[in-house]
């Protein structure tokens, strides 16, 4: 029987273990570069057998919080060297999460202060983060404006240049963001996308921007070292989709041939409720489907794990678990999780935005 402990080969990459630390914003990166501060705190959770970076814009109008880490422009590809030497450093593996926000933004972090983008000209009922007088504060969302069919070739190039620019930066790979009601999500799901044309309507025309995006990266880097986030039933962002099942057995048959690392599940609610009453959803089924269409890509499972459940997660068949906010306030979660415990508490007041404290300074075991 395999456990979370043991050494498992994820695409082209070799990992340690099976415990994978989770995206997680952090909004510690000013101008979106990253900074020694973040190699600091990526190599101190080195021991995770792989890191999957926080959330990192392909373009300036991906951004959609105030200081996130960019990966558009040489400055920010040299901030990331220097994160992914240190990880390397210390025997760690690292991945990139690659991400456009679409309409989780505000005029004051897009390019001319203009609208953010979206699949359709509909606002989503969500906050983002602001910089106010030197303080993280979460405001409304802007009102978006959709996205003519001629800019979404740009979009697609946009995500491929970002992969090349996370090899330049010495990444070991990439994980797509199509999660959590930023743009691919929007396009996936009904709630947000009421395009006419071929990116909108039916099941196909809906994924057809994931695919797209995916097809690009891997062209560029390979299947190997790409991973991809979904999120089938989250309200995350104010995002809904009329017939979750259907619509990921479609994108994940539509995967199983493009030879990925990963595809990385968000059971339930973000951060919140693994069952969510009126969205219930079969992830078994869906890996079924997955697997029955060829597909061999490691399996990963997130939202809300502990140790039990996640050793019973790969008794069911999944291959790595993500954590995420035990990350945070555990640098050396694998021994800890070895152990069982002691688990320090993380800090919500220092989640986004700050310095060191909250960041750098939990301690690990003696
Ligand atoms: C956030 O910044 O709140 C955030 C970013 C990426 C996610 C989810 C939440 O996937």
């Known amino acids: 029987m395999s456990t979370l402990f043991e050494p498992v080969a994820v695409g082209d990459l070799q990992l340690a273990n099976r415990v994978v630390m989770a995206p997680l914003t ?58 992914t030497k240190s990880v390397h450093d210390a025997g760690g593996k690292i991945v990139v999460q690659l991400w456009h926000v679409g309409r989780v933004s505000h005029n004051d972090l897009q390019p001319g202060g203009g609208a953010p983008v979206a699949p359709s000209a509909i606002r989503a009922q969500t906050k983002t983060v602001l910089i106010v007088d030197g303080v993280p504060t979460f405001v409304d969302t802007s009102e978006p404006r959709a996205l003519a069919l001629d800019e979404l070739p740009g979009i697609v190039k946009d995500f491929r240049q970002a992969a090349l620019n996370a090899v330049e930066a010495g990444f070991d790979g990439v994980e797509i963001h199509a999660a959590n009601g930023y743009l691919i ?103 079924a489907a997955y697997r029955a269409a060829g597909g061999k890509a490691a399996w990963m499972v997130n939202n809300g794990y502990d140790l039990s459940l996640a050793e019973q997660a790969l008794k069911d068949g999944a291959d790595l678990v993500a954590f995420g906010k035990s990350f945070i306030a555990n640098p050396d979660l694998v021994e800890r999780l070895r152990r069982g415990g002691p688990f320090n508490t993380p800090d919500r007041n220092t989640f986004y935005g700050g310095g060191e404290q909250g960041y750098t300074d939990y301690p690990a075991l003696a």
């Open 185 to 287: 999500d929007q396009f996936l799901k009904t709630g947000s996308n009421h395009r006419t044309d071929a990116y909108g309507g039916s099941i196909e025309d809906r994924a057809r921007l994931l695919i797209e995006v995916v097809k690009a990266v891997t062209d560029a880097i390979g299947g190997g070292r790409t991973g991809i986030r979904l999120s089938p039933v989250t309200p995350a962002n104010d995002v809904v989709d009329a017939d979750p099942q259907p619509l990921f057995d479609h994108v994940v048959r539509q995967l199983a041939p493009m030879n990925l690392a990963y595809l990385h599940l968000i059971e339930g609610a973000t951060g919140g409720p693994r069952e969510i009453a009126d969205r219930p959803f079969d992830y078994a089924a869906l890996r």
């Open 26 to 83: 952090r909004n510690r990166a000013p101008g979106a570069v990253p900074t020694p501060l973040m190699a600091t705190y990526y190599s101190q959770r080195a021991t995770a057998g792989l890191l999957v970076t926080e959330a990192t814009p392909v373009s300036h109008q991906g951004q959609g919080y105030a200081d996130v880490p960019g990966l558009y422009a040489p400055e920010q590809i040299a901030g990331w060297q220097i994160v």
